[in-house]
């Protein structure tokens, strides 16, 4: 089973020096370099052009060239009635 978005793309993507976790959820990390960065608590080296797709909690160290992938949390979360059009009255 695919992680959450990895199916039918992602909404944003942002720098991870500079990700926002209270409004956005993230699900991919792609390093354009070689880099090291710290997800969830772990240290993980990462080769230059990779991706790795997990549900990011946090994010830190080195983080020259790392970005982050996801989508709105409103869009990942989803509304009561799994649609893009308003709940019904």
């Given at each position: 089973?695919?992680?959450?978005?990895?199916?039918?793309?992602?909404?944003?993507?942002?720098?991870?020096?500079?990700?926002?976790?209270?409004?956005?959820?993230?699900?991919?990390?792609?390093?354009?370099s070689?880099?090291?960065?710290?997800?969830?608590?772990?240290?993980?080296?990462?080769?230059?052009?990779?991706?790795?797709?997990?549900?990011?909690?946090?994010?830190?160290?080195?983080?020259?060239?790392?970005?982050?992938?996801?989508?709105p949390?409103?869009?990942?979360?989803?509304?009561?009635?799994?649609?893009?059009?308003?709940?019904?009255?």
């Open positions: 089973m695919a992680i959450k978005g990895t199916d039918n793309g992602y909404g944003i993507i942002h720098e991870a020096g500079s990700a926002d976790f209270n409004n956005f959820a993230y699900f991919r990390i792609y390093a354009g070689n880099a090291t960065p710290v997800i969830n608590g772990t240290s993980v080296t990462m080769a230059a052009s990779s991706t790795l797709d997990v549900y990011v909690k946090s994010i830190t160290g080195a983080l020259t060239g790392v970005y982050v992938i996801g989508e949390k409103n869009v990942a979360d989803g509304p009561a009635t799994l649609s893009r059009y308003p709940e019904p009255t």
